[in-house]
């Protein structure tokens, strides 16, 4: 396994097939970044496969090259189409009709949905049907971020399962194999990441690293010079919901500087600029400011038509006034 977090899971699933006390629908919970796609796509060659050794695919029969090959048949993979951000209904309906039909290889048929999530109404209907009834020898795998949000009937027809991110001195150790860099940066991309290592290194690549880099020198010359509309060129050219996350994160991080819990300070690489926030604002301007550009980043990620440009100069006109 690529991914050492992954292993345990990964037995543990296997051992829940091969007893038969797993399900023909596995809800899988993970934070992005997690692995959960090379957890799945280990889990469905081995099901795929007909000459399983022990918890592992044996890499050999037709089902596992026709697998290592990325065209097997019996495996569908369902995304959504390109520039859509939904799954509708006729996916579904399509791979439910080649699922009704026999198995091209005569033996078990996986179906891979990263996020469940994406599912229109309609489409999430049409799953339901199928996973009441499902045709034999049939494994759903479902990925979902935020199982909250899905309905009580989809997740009482799944295996709940919770795939925890793995713990930060595991993240580290592999950060240091996988990437070339400075420890306090790996530590610092895997708490901007939620703890997630994969995601982790894909922020520690040099372009979006530099991104951040830029968007927190300038904020330090903006707080010398009292100054926040200067971080508005910057803003806009950034990925609003990836340079909000890091701004907040900011902000917390010198609510949590103020309180003495350095240890918890997610920008360990940039902790000069967090003590000047820290030393700048009151704990209240604080809370207030991070609110408000929480409430921004929701807004512009979700609210279709807003000025972009004029709502983050609103909001940096408020921060100057604090």
């Known amino acids: 396994m690529e991914y050492p977090w992954l292993k345990i899971p990964y037995q543990q699933l296997v051992e829940y097939y091969t007893i038969g006390r797993a399900h023909h ?11 959960v796609d090379r957890l799945v796509d280990e889990l469905s060659r081995w099901l795929l496969c007909k000459q399983t050794k022990c918890d592992k695919s044996c890499g050999e029969c037709h089902n596992c090259r026709l697998m290592l090959a990325g065209n097997h048949p019996d495996y569908h993979l369902l995304v959504a189409e390109k520039n859509k951000h939904s799954i509708g209904i006729e996916l579904i309906r399509q791979v439910i009709e080649r699922l009704y039909s026999y198995a091209q290889q005569g033996g078990a048929k996986v179906i891979w949905l990263s996020q469940v999530e994406l599912l229109t109404e309609a489409g999430v ?4 049907k199928i996973l009441e009834e499902p ?9 979902c971020r935020e199982p909250s949000v899905l ?4 997740r009482s027809r799944c295996l709940y399962w919770h795939l925890v991110r793995p713990n930060e001195q595991m993240s580290m150790q592999w950060l240091n194999r996988h990437t070339e860099g400075d420890p306090v940066e790996y530590l610092t991309a ?18 979006c690293w530099q991104h951040r880099s ?5 904020l330090f010359a ?8 200067s971080l508005l060129p910057v803003l806009s050219q950034l990925d609003v919901g990836e340079s909000l996350h890091w701004l907040s994160a900011l902000l917390v991080d010198a609510m949590k500087w103020q309180q003495g819990a350095l240890r918890y300070v997610v920008n360990q690489d940039q902790q000069a600029l967090v003590y000047q926030l820290a030393s700048r604002y009151s704990s209240m301007s604080l809370t207030q400011i991070v609110q408000k550009w929480l409430i921004c ?16 100069t609103e909001q940096l006109l408020s921060w100057e006034k604090h």
């Open 222 to 229: 903006a707080l010398k010079q009292g100054d926040m509309l």
């Open 190 to 207: 895997l708490r901007l990441s939620g703890g997630a290592p994969i995601a982790a290194e894909q922020l520690l690549k040099a372009e």
């Open 135 to 143: 045709p034999e020898k049939t494994y759903f795998l479902l990925g």
């Open 25 to 35: 629908a596995l809800l899988l919970h993970t934070a992005a970044g997690n692995g």
């Open 297 to 312: 980043r929701y807004q512009l990620l979700s609210v279709v038509g807003l000025n972009r440009e004029l709502l983050l």
């Open 151 to 154: 309905l009580a009937t989809l």
């Open 214 to 218: 830029a968007l927190c020198s300038v």
């Open 125 to 128: 209907n049409a799953l339901l």
